[in-house]
């Protein structure tokens, strides 16, 4: 090899280097991002798996101390969010319910009720069962409805119908599932391929769950 070809390998060698550096440097990047992605969605799902047990302990307070399970007023209202259908008229009640703010979204109450203003100012203290944050309720078509982290309607429908697993109520959060929100029925609800991201009362519950721990 005379002494241009060495020459010219050094600036290849010192390329190829860094190349090999810059690989690193990536694999090592996008490991990073995946693990702290991975953290992320189970800090998310850990948040709402409290979230639903809260609204759970909301919904067992409310039923004993009034000696009937509640029924949403509008239990086939929808609402859209970014393209997605969901269905609201049980996140409507169970926000009325956790707060005390309003009545006229729980049908046993919806006669001669009040509709919610999200004004503590004007909330019966005695009636608000738990703490409702703001990333919990949105606002759409002028009703206060209750959402999980993805900012999507909590699903409520009441004991005694067919698609109803639980003989008082089934009650779940979609998970960032908005795939399925149109499937409300009982064959859905014990389908593992669609509930698999669902955190419910039904079927094997979230606490169960290893991801849920």
């Given at each position: 090899?005379?002494?241009?070809?060495?020459?010219?390998?050094?600036?290849?060698?010192?390329l190829s280097a860094i190349l090999v550096i810059i690989s690193v440097v990536t694999l090592v990047l996008v490991l990073?991002?995946?693990?702290?992605?991975?953290?992320?969605?189970?800090?998310?799902?850990?948040k709402d798996v409290e979230?639903?047990?809260r609204i759970?302990?909301?919904?067992?307070?409310?039923?004993?101390?009034?000696?009937?399970?509640?029924?949403?007023a509008h239990p086939e209202d929808?609402?859209?969010?970014?393209?997605?259908?969901?269905?609201?008229?049980?996140?409507?009640?169970?926000?009325?319910?956790?707060?005390?703010?309003?009545?006229?979204q729980i049908s046993e109450t919806a006669a001669g009720g009040t509709a919610s203003d999200d004004s503590l100012a004007n909330d019966n203290p005695e009636k608000e069962i738990s703490f409702v944050l703001e990333g919990e309720k949105i606002q759409i078509n002028g009703?206060?409805?209750?959402v999980d982290s993805f900012?999507?309607?909590?699903?409520?429908?009441?004991?005694?119908?067919?698609?109803?697993?639980?003989?008082?109520?089934?009650m779940w959060l979609y998970g960032g599932d908005v795939r399925h929100t149109d499937r409300h029925d009982a064959a859905a609800k014990s389908?593992?391929?669609?509930?698999?991201?669902?955190?419910?009362?039904?079927?094997?519950?979230?606490?169960?769950?290893?991801?849920?721990?």
């Open positions: 090899m005379n002494s241009s070809e060495k020459t010219s390998s050094k600036p290849r060698s010192a990073a991002k995946g693990a702290s992605d991975f953290a992320e969605e189970r800090a998310v799902r850990l979230f639903h047990a759970l302990y909301a919904l067992e307070v409310y039923s004993t101390a009034n000696g009937y399970v509640p029924t949403p929808t609402v859209q969010i970014n393209g997605v259908t969901f269905k609201s008229g049980g996140a409507a009640m169970l926000y009325q319910l956790l707060r005390g703010d309003g009545s006229d009703k206060w409805l209750l900012g999507h309607p909590v699903q409520y429908q009441k004991g005694g119908a067919a698609d109803v697993l639980n003989p008082k109520y089934d389908d593992p391929e669609i509930m698999s991201k669902w955190i419910r009362n039904f079927s094997l519950p979230p606490s169960k769950r290893d991801e849920d721990k």
